[in-house]
């Protein structure tokens, strides 16, 4: 599965950004799709996940709230809407996905195959 993420770009705080992933070639059915993100000197960490078998949502602590993840099989599109935006959002945000991901790696990087490259995400304040 080759990911593409996109929608990146510079905002406000308190503004708002809605990312998106797309799946060339195939659909999500049967996938878990995560985004994670990298700030600079600082590990990939989990965002959002979503199970596109019963539409499940997961979420860090730290975003809870103020992101939402959803999915178009359609499109073969997920999406993460980030609202109230905050500097320590400041990243680059990278989509995932696995059709073989256990629910207790949902929030790990390494439950994931696939890769997207990532879209930078600045929050001036």
């Known amino acids: 599965v080759q990911l593409q993420a996109s929608g990146g770009g510079l905002v406000q705080a308190g503004g708002s950004l809605t990312l998106s992933c797309v799946a060339s070639g195939r659909t999500f059915s049967g996938y878990v799709t995560g985004w994670f993100r990298q700030a600079p000197g600082k590990e990939r960490e989990f965002v959002a996940a979503f199970k596109w078998s019963g539409g499940y949502k997961y979420y860090a602590d730290s975003v809870k709230g103020r992101f939402a993840v959803a999915g178009d099989n359609a499109k073969s599109t997920v999406y993460l809407r980030m609202n109230g935006l905050k500097p320590e959002d400041t990243a680059v945000y990278y989509c995932?996905?696995?059709?073989?991901?256990?629910?207790?790696?949902?929030?790990?990087?390494?439950?994931?195959?696939?890769w997207g490259r990532g879209t930078l995400v600045t929050v001036s304040s």
């Open positions: 995932a996905a696995s059709r073989t991901i256990i629910l207790s790696q949902i929030s790990s990087d390494a439950g994931y195959n696939y």
